[in-house]
């Protein structure tokens, strides 16, 4: 058996009454004290202390030293973005971050500044490619309906 060492302790009266509405009939107010420090302890011991890794790109503000050299170009836009992504709840981590480089490094060289402006300016948590739109020329209409009529030539 564990060597127990005796203490006096001061209660306020809102306490003591709270111990005499909580004590059992076979526990005394001791008992119930020295219950509530065990469960206190087994709480704190079960709370899993995990280790503190620093992660660089865990915070809203990146250094343009953890761009990779390829993209070093776009290192400012970038820099100017994370904390876009990080208020927007986007996860912010190591391997996110190399996941974005990978698929910044898949766009076309000329539309990775585009991408990054646009998802800047748009408050964007992810970049997207840049859209390409191929309008084709609007069509020549030949139709009668559509000649002009003027008063001198008539249709032409």
Same mark, same amino acid.
């Given at each position: 058996m564990?060597? +127990?060492? +005796?203490f006096t302790m001061?209660? =306020?009266?809102?306490?003591?009454?709270?111990? =005499?509405? $909580?004590?059992? =009939?076979e526990l005394t107010k001791s008992g119930l004290i020295r219950n509530l420090i065990r469960t206190a302890m087994k709480r704190k011991s079960r *709370?899993?202390?995990?280790?503190?890794?620093?992660?660089?790109?865990?915070?809203?503000t990146i250094n343009g030293r953890l761009i990779p050299e390829d993209l070093k170009e776009y290192s400012q836009l970038i820099c100017e973005w994370w904390p876009i992504r990080y208020k927007n709840k986007?996860?912010?981590?190591? *391997?996110?971050? $190399? #996941?974005?480089? +990978? +698929?910044? #490094? *898949?766009f076309p060289t000329q539309d990775r500044k585009q991408a990054l402006e646009n998802a800047i300016a748009g408050g964007w948590r992810d970049l997207f490619e840049v859209k390409r739109t191929n309008k084709p020329e609007e069509p020549k209409n030949n139709h009668p309906a559509h000649r002009v009529f003027t008063a001198s030539g008539g249709f032409e």
């Open positions: 564990a060597k +127990k060492e +005796k001061y209660l =306020d009266q809102e306490m003591v009454e709270w111990l =005499d509405l $909580n004590t059992e =009939d *709370s899993k202390t995990v280790p503190i890794h620093l992660d660089p790109f865990a915070s809203p986007g996860t912010c981590s190591t *391997s996110v971050a $190399n #996941r974005i480089f +990978k +698929k910044l #490094r *898949s």
